[in-house]
């Protein structure tokens, strides 16, 4: 038995980094097809890889950002909050969601979730862009004006 912990020790992290290639791979395809704006096949492969993925926050990010490109705003959104609940510290993630929101007219759930991101990561520039844009849509010109002179 006492053998048994340190050879666990050594085997767990090779056998997990194994079982996540193949789906790291995969959303590295994903990211390609992307990049060429063949969005019909990132969201076929997307499905083919959600078994293997599911509790890959990326993997929901490749899906928001594909479902956005598709016009599927509410499943962008879906995506995007899942991610958010596999990595709630991940300012991106959040930026991304509020970004969504804003896209699909709902400037107060974007303040909202762009406010988390940017408490997350002050320096984020681009979620800052986007809160000045859902405060205007709220009516919060104080905020807005605040955001702007920081």
């Known amino acids: ?3 048994t912990l340190p ?3 050594v085997v767990l992290p090779i056998l997990l980094a194994l079982a996540v290639a193949p789906c790291e ?3 590295k395809s994903v ?3 992307l990049q060429r704006n063949d969005v019909s096949q990132a ?3 997307l499905k083919s890889i959600a078994p293997e993925c599911s509790q890959v926050s990326y993997f929901y990010a490749l899906t ?3 479902g956005e490109l598709s016009g599927e705003g509410d499943a962008s959104e879906a995506a995007f909050r899942k991610a958010i609940s596999l990595d709630p510290r991940s300012a991106r993630l959040k930026e991304q969601l509020g970004a969504a929101y804003l896209r699909n007219g709902k400037p107060k759930e974007a303040a909202e979730i762009l406010r988390e991101a940017t408490a997350l990561d002050p320096n984020n520039s681009t979620a800052k862009k986007y809160l000045i844009g859902a405060c205007a849509g709220t009516n919060s010109w104080k905020e807005a004006a605040a955001l702007l002179i920081r």
């Open 25 to 27: 791979t995969s959303l």
């Open 64 to 66: 928001g950002v594909t």
């Open 43 to 45: 969201s076929s492969l």
């Open 31 to 33: 990211e390609a097809l």
């Open 7 to 9: 050879f666990l020790m």
């Open 1 to 3: 038995m006492s053998g």
